[in-house]
């Protein structure tokens, strides 16, 4: 079957996931953290992508950004993904593949959206119960946009400017279960987030 096409729309916000092949660590430990950062930002500034939050989850990567052009982010994904490896393989005398295949995105339409994805990614350690509050882990862009501490690959979405020091008020509850599944769909199918819903049973009119 031929692969659905990415939706990626210039100057518009993406959520993108991408996994490490059967589950398997991606990080090890603090250096490889580092390393990914390293690589993020500096391609990143190369393809013309805005990184809002990040957070990198032991098998797992979770990013929003903001591309420049249709190719940036695919762009971005490659040679960080192709470079990273490299270097993880070489320090850890491994070798092959360590992502599964292709990673996800969804294109975040609205302020109201990235807010959202801010959160959910900020929160991902706390729905894994591998910490009890953001602030706990390392790994992720929450001290950055939330305390303001000096990140430089960092850039502030303008709904987080918006909302300024509010921002961290937004956490004192998580998301609904329902925002988070959209979330989560949307990715995993490459859709726009808050697409409506076509009601079960009914087909567009092209296939009746």
């Known amino acids: 079957m031929p692969r659905t096409a990415r939706v990626v729309v210039p100057d518009v916000a ?17 250096s490889d953290y580092l390393t990914y950062l390293r690589y993020l930002r500096d391609y990143a500034i190369q393809f013309g992508c805005a990184i809002h939050a990040y957070c990198l989850m032991t098998n797992h990567v979770h990013l929003l950004l903001t591309p420049a052009s249709t190719r940036a982010c695919a762009q971005l994904m490659k040679h ?6 490299q270097t993880f393989n070489m320090a850890h005398g491994r070798s092959g593949t360590l992502w599964e295949g292709r990673f996800h995105s969804c294109v975040v339409p609205t302020e109201d959206y990235v807010l959202a994805c801010y959160r ?13 509050a953001p602030e706990q ?28 020091h509010q921002y961290r008020s937004l956490f004192d509850a998580p998301p609904e279960n329902r ?3 959209e979330i989560r769909k949307a990715t995993r199918n490459g859709q726009r987030l808050g697409m409506p819903r076509r009601p079960r049973g009914r087909r567009p009119a092209s296939q009746k």
């Not at 993406?14 to 603090?30: K, T």
């Not at 960080?80 to 490896?85: P, R």
């Open 14 to 30: 993406l959520h993108v996931i991408q996994r490490g092949n059967n589950r398997s660590a991606c990080f090890v430990g603090p």
């Open 137 to 164: 882990y390392s790994w992720s862009s929450f001290a950055a946009n939330v305390r303001g501490y000096e990140d430089a690959l960092i850039t502030r979405h303008t709904a987080l400017e918006a909302v300024g």
């Open 80 to 85: 960080l993904g192709q470079c990273y490896v």
């Open 179 to 181: 925002l988070v599944e």
């Open 120 to 132: 959910y990614i900020e929160l991902n350690p706390v729905r894994a119960g591998m910490v009890a």
